[in-house]
């Protein structure tokens, strides 16, 4: 059950800490220590203060020699953030493609964000909440080799603790951008598993600001917080939580693994 959410989590609210970017024909891929499967997992996001704000699935499943992965997320108040990456494994990850649908009050806006590796092409649709205006956008990037949209964790999974790394993704500025972030391990932290200890690392996930740190300060009131990931070390690396905005101008939220319940079950 560890393992379930490793190949996919979104960090859209990374747009709101980005430093734009060029592709540089040196950036290298990562390289696959552990390879992804099929399967069926269950989560759960939380506010900060441990409130429960949404449940969902992830599913993953490979075909042609690619890995499908799409990770819903269902609101209370009717909210959904669907999240799909495609991607391959062979001795490096590659993204192929990545498609995020986020829309409901639970959002600052509707978006609908489509990214095509082969073509390196992008589609944006974002509807704003507060006037209803509804914008649309497409073009092209240079892409690098290591543009991980939707696949951060599963970076995190294939480093050793000794390990960091900066990879690219494009964020949305609102208009999309390709972006640095920086992987950095910062020390073990003990997690229970009823009576079992396991050993995580923590990972921070820092986007390079540079000259924009100013701006984004500005825009937010504040500069933007790093992200983080803890990720269980021992045999086979799996996902135990991740922290950080989701959205633009967003709260900190958690996503960690979940166990459905028994209808009529007391358990929250």
Do not use: C
């Amino acid at each position: 059950m560890m393992r379930l959410l490793a190949a996919v989590l979104f960090l859209p609210a990374l747009a709101a800490q980005a430093q734009e970017q060029s592709a540089d024909p040196k950036d290298a891929p990562v390289a696959v220590r552990f390879a992804e499967g099929a399967v069926h997992g269950f989560v759960v996001l939380r506010s900060e203060s441990g409130t429960i704000l949404a449940h969902g699935d992830l599913l993953q499943t490979p075909k042609g020699g690619a890995i499908t992965t799409e990770m819903v997320l269902r609101f209370a108040d009717g909210s959904l953030l669907d999240e799909t990456v495609v991607f391959t494994q062979h001795d490096v990850f590659t993204m192929l493609s990545y498609h995020l649908v986020q829309r409901g009050p639970a959002f600052d806006r509707d978006i609908d964000f489509e990214l095509v590796g082969a073509r390196q092409a992008y589609r944006l649709i974002t509807k704003d909440h507060e006037d209803g205006k509804e914008e649309a956008d497409s073009g092209t990037f240079d892409l690098p080799a290591d543009v991980y949209n939707g696949m951060v964790l599963t970076v995190l999974k294939n480093l050793s603790a000794r390990d960091s790394a900066t990879i690219h993704m494009v964020a949305l500025t609102p208009k999309p951008r390709m972006i640095q972030l920086e992987l950095r391990a910062t020390g073990e932290q003990k997690v229970l598993s009823g009576a079992h200890r396991e050993t995580t690392v923590h990972w921070v996930i820092h986007p390079k600001l540079g000259a924009l740190t100013g701006f984004f300060a500005k825009l937010l009131g504040k500069t933007p917080p790093d992200n983080h990931a803890w990720i269980v070390t021992d045999d086979v690396p799996a996902f135990v939580r991740f922290e950080g905005p989701l959205y633009l101008k967003g709260p900190i939220w958690r996503i960690e693994l979940a166990v459905p319940a028994w209808p009529g079950s007391d358990s929250k």
